[in-house]
């Protein structure tokens, strides 16, 4: 079965760190461009940084320097490094992979359930 699956959510205060990972299972991550998004209660969903199947990387201005995403393919993972936390990015967190050399993710054909980060003193 394929799928992809995040961890590493949780309950951060304003200006610390979290990674979150996004593992598959049945696919090589490698093959395709991965692109984390988020989603805060009452708010659409937004685009938070991408990968391409080649290394290629971008990011939402609002995460510009303070986010990180890299792939280990021995793992199979892609992460995300999440530093300097503010109270703003604060939703829950998914993983997203689109057959696809070149990001944005515009049509991912595998989801994961998420992942929580709550960013609160």
């Known amino acids: 079965q394929m799928q992809l699956a995040e961890s590493g959510g949780g309950l951060v205060q304003p200006g610390g760190s979290l990674r979150l990972s996004c593992a598959a299972s049945?696919?090589?991550?490698?093959?395709?461009?991965i692109g984390w998004f988020r989603q805060a209660p009452g708010k659409d969903r937004e685009a938070v940084s991408c990968?391409?199947?080649?290394?290629?990387?971008s990011h939402a201005d609002s995460v510009k320097g303070r986010f990180t995403i890299s792939r280990d393919n021995a793992k199979n993972t892609v992460y995300l490094q999440m530093n300097s936390l503010k109270p703003e990015d604060t939703a829950l967190y998914y993983c997203a992979a689109e057959h696809t050399a070149t990001c944005p993710v515009q049509f991912p054909v595998y989801w994961g359930q998420g992942t929580q980060v709550t960013v609160s003193s």
């Open positions: 990968i391409s199947s080649d290394d290629r990387t």
């Open positions: 049945g696919l090589l991550l490698e093959d395709y461009t």
